[in-house]
Every structure is written in structure tokens, then in C-alpha cells.
């Protein structure tokens, strides 16, 4: 009896302890604004955006380097935002922005590629032009698919409607060649659209075996609150935005896999775990959440349906942007809170000493100031319409 109460008090405690009690974190870099993306070179160095409009490097001493900068666009959620390298980047030295431009009175989001030389970005060139823009709604994520082919997340630049237009770029899941070009097999003549439908999707990810996955803002006042979406995206097919928020029983749309009801997650960058560095997290899909301040972790079955979702390191680090993988199996996450936000390096085991690099560049958050400019802005282009109409 007393045999059975011992194991009965080990195996209570084993489950009162938090999941990631043994995970390891190691900052790498801090003193960071608001940083959206990170890639990791051939050679160990990682890259990483932050959505003021720096670029940065970090070779494998630790150091770290600028290598391009772009114009603030006074834009809340948009800015200097996805990045991706090319899949023969330690050949041709590629590397892909999505950015948001302020142009005359409107917003435009753009795809650019750079070469890089040594420790600067050459050779711009325009891949992807004419994503509409605005304050909020930019979407930005890039990522190179199994395929290799150029895949593209764009938001509805609060205009709703534009998400069901196929003639428009806007609320949509793109697919482009690594030139820009329309590939052949898309599901849509001379178009890049693979899915449509999208609010605000911030999340692409692939697992091992090519399933699909994006995760998408709900609406925040327009349709409703909450419903932010996992979604597996499958070709040519309609997500819903706006005319569906949640489940729907028309055969027209695809339903979410997962969706948050009326709480709110904001989840926005993904990747699929392929590592046993973690074993617990292996095969799963890593969500960052921004309002819901925590790691989701998402287990899909190999037919597209939900196994289950997990909360990890919630209220730890704030507001996660987004998660990565590094070529060695650790993960990477990013926050964004707008004030010494970090690259966070999680590990099951102990990994060596790292030497942090803390950003001397960085400025102060200027979410309040873009908010005002965007409303600002918003007011200017109305007024514009209305002087269009009247004359």
C-alpha cells in the first residue's frame, strides 16, 4: 500500500509541473523593435527583419551587421516584414522582402529581391508588385514551399471586399516563380492567386510530408471579434473572408481546422518542428501568438483534422511573433512587444555559451505615432474619394 501511494505522489507531481519546465532558453539578441521575420543562412549566420525597415545579419561569432534599410512607411502593422532566402541561396546569394511602401497617398506592399555581397544587399529588383496596402490588414509573410516555388501572404488592407476579388492581390495566398513569373500550374490563368478569401494571414508552413498549413487573424469589430484560424490551404480554394467568419455549412468555403470563438489569439509566424531537439514538440506545428502571448503548438493528422492544441510559455515572453528552425533542430522565437524585444533561442538540452548581441540601433516603438498617421491617412484617402465623386 505504501508502495502504491509513493507512485501515486510521483505520478501527480510529474503532472503539476509545467510542460516546458526543462526546456532551455538562451537570449541570443535583445534591444530589438519589433522584429517580424528570421532566416537562417548555409554558414550558420541568421538574418532577421525588424519592421522599421532594418535587415540584419548575425554571423556565427555573434556579431551583427545591418545590411539594408528601408524608408519607415508610418504603417501599424506593415513595414519591412517577411523574409526568405532563395532555396539555392548559398549559390546565387538571393534573398526576398516583402515591404510596405507609402506612395503618394496610398499604401502598396511589394516583393523585392537582393543579392547579397559580402555584408550588403545589391541588385534590387521588383518580383511582386501591386499587393494593395494600408495601415493595418498588410499580411507579409514569404516562404519558399516544397515546390520552390515563392509563396506570398497578403491581408484585405481593410478592404473586405477585396478578399473575394480575384482580380485584386489583396486577402490572399499567392504563388510566383523565384523571377516573379506566374508558375504554369496555378490554379487561376496569369494569376498568382492560390487561395483566396484571407483576412490577415501571417503564418505559412509545411509539414514533412507537404501539408499546407496558414494561421490567420480574425476580424476585430468589422464581422464580429475573435475567429482567429488555422487553416490547411489547399489549391484555388475560398477561405471565406468576409462573407463567412468561423464554420460555415456552405460547401463554397473551406473551414478552419481550429478557430479561437470569440477569444482572441492573434497568431501570426508558424513552422512545422521536424527535430527531436524537442521531442515533445516533433511533427507539430509551432504558432507564435501576439495577443494571446503564448507558443501554440498544433497537432494536425495526416488528413488535414485537428489532433489537439497546447499552450506553451504563455505570459513569459509577452507577445510572440513568430517561431523558426534552425538548421541544427533548435527553435527560434521572436517577440514583439515593441520595447527590447528579443530572439530567443529554446533548447531540451543545454546547449553552449552564447555571446548576446544587443541592438544600439533600434529606436523606441512607434506603434501610437502610426496609428495617428494611419488614421490620418485613412481620412485623407476618404476625403479623396469624395472630392472624386462630387467633381
Known amino acids: 500500500m505504501q508502495f502504491l501511494f509513493v507512485i501515486f505522489l510521483i505520478s501527480f507531481f510529474s503532472i503539476m509541473i509545467p510542460v516546458n519546465a526543462e526546456l532551455n532558453t538562451d537570449v541570443i539578441v535583445d534591444g530589438l523593435n519589433n522584429p517580424w521575420e528570421i532566416v537562417f543562412g548555409p ?34 502593422e506593415g513595414g519591412t516584414l517577411g523574409l526568405a532566402l532563395h532555396p539555392d541561396f548559398e549559390k546565387n546569394k538571393k534573398i526576398y522582402v516583402y515591404q510596405t511602401n507609402l506612395e503618394l497617398e496610398f499604401y502598396q506592399n511589394k516583393v523585392y529581391s537582393f543579392r547579397l ?29 516544397p515546390d ?28 510566383i516563380n523565384p523571377d516573379g513569373t506566374i508558375p504554369e ?48 490551404i489547399l489549391k484555388g480554394k ?23 470563438g470569440q477569444l482572441t489569439w492573434a497568431p501570426s509566424g508558424m513552422v512545422f518542428y521536424d527535430s527531436e531537439k524537442i521531442s515533445s514538440f516533433n511533427g507539430k506545428f509551432l504558432v507564435g501568438t501576439l495577443r494571446g502571448e503564448h507558443l501554440m503548438v498544433v497537432d494536425i493528422g495526416d488528413d488535414g483534422s485537428l489532433i489537439g492544441t497546447e499552450k506553451f510559455f504563455e505570459g513569459e515572453f509577452g507577445r510572440i511573433r513568430t517561431a523558426q528552425i534552425d538548421p541544427d533542430g533548435n527553435l527560434y522565437l521572436l517577440t514583439a ?31 501610437t505615432l502610426y496609428i495617428v498617421i494611419g488614421v490620418v491617412s485613412i481620412g485623407i484617402i476618404l476625403g479623396f474619394v469624395v472630392f472624386k465623386r462630387k467633381f
Open 337 to 367: 512587444n515593441g520595447n527590447n524585444d528579443k530572439i530567443i533561442r529554446i533548447s531540451e538540452t543545454p546547449l553552449g555559451d552564447v555571446t548576446k548581441f544587443t541592438s544600439k540601433e533600434s529606436g523606441n516603438d512607434l506603434t
Open 148 to 175: 520552390q516555388k515563392l509563396y506570398v501572404s497578403t491581408g484585405d488592407a481593410i478592404s473586405p471586399g477585396l478578399s473575394q476579388d480575384l482580380s485584386s492581390l489583396a486577402g490572399k495566398i499567392l504563388r
Open 117 to 145: 555581397n559580402e555584408d550588403k544587399l545589391t541588385d534590387k529588383q521588383i518580383i511582386l508588385d501591386g499587393i494593395p496596402g494600408a495601415p493595418w490588414h498588410d499580411g507579409g509573410r514569404i516562404k519558399f514551399g
Open 43 to 76: 554558414d550558420g549566420e541568421i538574418y532577421f527583419t525588424e519592421r522599421d525597415g532594418r535587415i540584419w545579419k548575425i554571423n556565427e561569432s555573434g556579431d551583427g551587421k545591418i545590411i539594408q534599410t528601408f524608408p519607415k512607411s508610418g504603417s501599424v
Open 238 to 260: 475560398n477561405y471565406g473572408w468576409p462573407n463567412i467568419v468561423g464554420n460555415s455549412s456552405d460547401e463554397n468555403f473551406v473551414n478552419p481546422i481550429t478557430h479561437s
Open 185 to 232: 500550374d496555378n490554379p487561376f490563368d496569369s494569376s498568382p492567386v492560390f487561395s483566396y478569401g484571407h483576412r490577415n494571414p501571417q503564418g505559412l508552413a509545411w509539414s514533412s510530408d507537404g501539408m499546407f498549413v496558414s494561421s490567420e487573424h480574425g476580424p476585430s469589430g468589422e464581422q464580429g471579434y475573435g475567429h482567429d484560424e488555422i487553416n490547411v
